[in-house]
């Protein structure tokens, strides 16, 4: 359910129609008038655009018409083996669980194994509440708990999928091992064909992912108290600018502060920055992280208010942070506004869920990066209906700034550029379980 009550708006979007239309002048006007621009038009602002392209859920995978039954018998269990942050193992294990339909396997619960860096040896269960994932998905696929008791003692056969590319095919390249071991373990593909996938393997998929996972009782709870601790309505804003994301963007940057250079050259290993021409075309292509300020640079240009809460969906670890604090000043994270007991024994994983939970029942969301988990909190915010959700283009704003583009004319360049990716909705879902509407 959006925060902002239906109501409040309805007047503002005949308001913003006519600012749609009108788009740049209206911009032009509202960058060039005062110190905080927006508030003197709190209409104007990005989400008001009114646009023309939305991803829904598709109606087929919604609606159950595809529901096939279950296989009578099972081809064997499948356990899938996820690495890596809470939003890279959620990935694969949506994948997975397509792909023991598609086998016409039996899913046992997966084995969720965070890497070091996240300092954290949580279990699925540990985050997602296990009785409701099996209650949703119980039409779609066999999920079992625990193992029969003649399989109970023998580890998986493992099937590493993972490094596979191009034309894989799970039924040729998995299959017999399924049927030859009754018990595997896969990691899905990066690359896999679900164009070929049945109907009833593509639902199971959509249904698993995007409404089968909520977070098990104890997250939700501290989710639902963090985020009745907001002021409403606010953004949730995923800002990556944090040393191991500089130091492996191999990007250079000029005006940091001591402390940011030592904490980027601690997070380098062999990775050096580009230099000269390289340097130049490596920012141009979108790849550097924009800074806090630089990120508040593109905020203003969307005409959202300086006063705007705002929800910091990242870790403490954030560079510069100042250079987005100093312009707005209403900013909250996770360690304000919960108290130390919370924290305790939470470790990266569990705290990522907490960032997820908030960013997907917030009013509004901005990711500066397009990673795993803005991915799935686009798509599962889709799924909700909620549609406030843009990715702040890097690529627009290194070209605008080599071209000596600055203040109101590089603020009318961001507009354009966000505007026009607001209004077809991009990269607002995935393709898969999502169908482009027109309004
Ligand atoms: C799975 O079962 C369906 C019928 O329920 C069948 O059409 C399909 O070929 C089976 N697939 C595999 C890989 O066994
Ligand atoms: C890892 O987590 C434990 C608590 O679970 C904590 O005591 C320790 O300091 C953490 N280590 C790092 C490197 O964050
Ligand atoms: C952001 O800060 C850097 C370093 O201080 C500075 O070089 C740059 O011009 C700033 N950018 C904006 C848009 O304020």
């Not at 792909?99 to 070091?116: D, G, H, S, W």
């Not at 997820?356 to 209906?385: E, L």
């Not at 109101?408 to 505007?419: C, F, G, K, N, S």
Request: charge should be neutral.
């Amino acid at each position: 359910m959006p925060l902002f009550g239906g109501a409040t708006c309805r007047p503002a979007r005949i308001l913003c129609c006519a600012a749609a239309l009108v788009g740049l002048p209206l911009l032009l006007v509202v960058v060039l008038s005062e110190n905080d621009p927006s508030s003197s038009n709190p209409d104007g602002s990005i989400w008001n655009v009114r646009r023309i392209v939305e991803w829904r859920p598709c109606r087929w995978w919604q609606t159950g018409t595809h529901l096939t039954a279950l296989p009578a018998t099972s081809n064997g269990y499948i356990r899938v083996d996820c690495y890596g942050g809470l939003n890279q193992m959620r990935r694969d294990f949506c994948d997975g669980i397509g792909i023991a339909r598609l086998l016409n396997a039996t899913l046992v619960l997966p084995k969720f194994e965070a890497a070091a860096y996240w300092n954290e040896s949580s279990d699925f269960a540990d985050v997602f509440d296990v009785d409701y994932f099996i209650e949703q998905t119980k039409d779609f696929i066999h999920v079992v708990r625990y193992l029969p008791e003649d399989i109970l003692s023998g580890e998986p056969f493992r099937v590493d999928c993972s490094k596979r590319k191009g034309q894989f095919d799970y039924v040729e390249h998995v299959l017999p091992f399924l049927l030859k071991h009754r018990y595997i373990s896969i990691t899905p593909a990066m690359s896999q064909r679900r164009d070929r996938y049945p109907l009833y393997a593509k639902a199971t998929l959509c249904q698993a992912c995007y409404k089968a996972l909520q977070l098990n009782q104890d997250l939700g709870s501290k989710g639902s108290k963090l985020l009745s601790l907001m002021p409403k309505p606010f953004l949730s804003l995923h800002l990556r600018f944090e040393p191991d994301m500089v130091a492996y963007s191999q990007c250079h940057y000029i005006g940091l502060s001591s402390a940011s250079m030592d904490a980027i050259e601690g997070a380098r290993g062999n990775r050096r920055p580009f230099t000269g021409d390289v340097a130049r075309y490596w920012r141009e292509r979108g790849k550097c992280p924009l800074m806090p300020n630089e990120t508040a640079f593109i905020l203003q240009s969307l005409a959202i208010p300086a006063h705007t809460p705002i929800y910091l969906a990242a870790g403490d670890g954030i560079l510069e942070l100042e250079g987005l604090t100093s312009i707005y000043s209403n900013v909250y994270t996770k360690s304000s506004l919960l108290s130390r007991e919370d924290f305790a024994q939470m470790g990266g994983n569990t705290k990522a869920a907490l960032d997820y939970y908030i960013s997907i029942n917030s009013d509004a969301y901005i990711a500066t990066f397009f990673g795993n988990m803005d991915k799935m909190v686009a798509a599962m915010r889709a799924a909700r209906g909620l549609h406030r959700t843009l990715f702040l283009s890097r690529r627009a704003f290194a070209v605008g700034v080599s071209k000596g583009l600055a203040g109101a004319e590089l603020a009318t360049a961001m507009w354009e550029a966000h505007r026009e990716d607001y209004i077809m909705g991009r990269g607002s879902a995935l393709p898969d379980c999502f169908c482009e509407t027109k309004l």
